[in-house]
């Protein structure tokens, strides 16, 4: 497969599957661009085969895709999204280490549908999502002087934010659909929040106090993320602090959803996320290098 075609697949995906995310990336130079929707079609193909594959089949499914992910190019020829996620990983070099994590991160949802404390939840947050920051970061690069190992601490922060957003958007989701609860159950025993009351979408008082305490968590880490994109190569700034500022968004339209996270997906229209941007731009303005941790 030639790829350029390879490279639209991986347009269509993040086009399909995540408005938010293919918004974001919008404000990207080309090159950039393309990189990181072909990271993102990797990071979605590997979700759904873990989502879509047979109870029984899912581990040997996830095995063959790990196979053929650190395989030879030969091995991706009928798979565009494999395709044009090599050619980014080599181009960029992108250490394999990442998307092993990432596997890594999917294979939990074969193996456990629960989390007892956050730091539990917090290493599968990183798995699935603090890992693509890490990845985002070989592509766009650091701005000059500033060492990539001092940028992680805040790609991590950003990418369990954003984990925990979807979390939170998806709790009906998760459990109606896949019997999962991701919010840690020393939290929903903290706020009198039964496993029960979740599956079976019961919104009362206690789990509105148990999701304001989450977002509030989740607010906490944005902003402890947000100084980290002051690391980043000017030309990426931008774009990430439109992807932080949207899906951080998607809080504030769960409170304005009256947290009935059972019934209304929450999400911000094309209109609102166009309203954000002037503030991002100013905001990102005003980001100066932050000294290394």
């Given at each position: ?44 193909a590997t979700d759904n085969l873990v989502d879509d594959a047979p109870p029984l089949d899912g581990q040997t499914t996830l095995d063959n895709w790990r196979a ?23 181009r960029y070099k992108v250490p394999q280490s990442y998307a092993d994590e990432l596997i890594e991160g999917c294979e939990m949802d074969l193996t ?182």
């Open positions: 497969m030639d790829l350029e075609t390879a490279y639209q697949h991986a347009e269509d995906a993040t086009r399909h599957y995540s408005k938010s995310f293919y918004f974001a990336t919008s404000w990207l130079p080309k090159a950039e661009r393309r990189a990181v929707r072909a990271l993102y079609g990797f990071c979605r053929r992910v650190n395989g030879s190019p030969d091995g991706h020829a009928d798979d565009p999204l494999l395709t044009a996620w090599a050619d980014t990983r080599d456990r549908d629960r989390y007892q404390t956050f730091p539990e939840l917090e290493r599968y947050c990183y798995c699935v999502a603090s890992t693509v920051g890490l990845m985002v970061m070989h592509i766009f690069g650091t701005t000059t002087g500033v060492n990539y190992e001092d940028a992680k601490p805040y790609a991590i922060k950003l990418g369990v934010a954003l984990q925990l957003t979807n979390i939170l958007r998806d709790v009906g989701e998760d459990a109606h659909q896949r019997g999962r609860i991701y919010l840690p159950l020393e939290d929903l025993e903290c706020f009198s929040v039964s496993e029960e009351d979740i599956l079976h979408g019961q919104l009362n008082g206690d789990m509105i106090r148990l999701l304001q305490f989450e977002i509030e968590r989740a607010h906490h880490l944005y902003e402890e993320a947000w100084p980290g994109i002051g690391f980043l190569a000017e030309k990426a700034r931008f774009s990430v602090a439109v992807a932080s500022d949207v899906y951080r968004g998607i809080l504030g339209k769960i409170i304005a959803n009256q947290y009935d996270v059972f019934n209304k997906r929450a999400f911000l229209t094309k209109s609102e996320k166009l309203r954000r941007i002037p503030g991002i731009w100013v905001r990102t303005q005003r980001l100066a290098t932050p000294e290394s941790p």
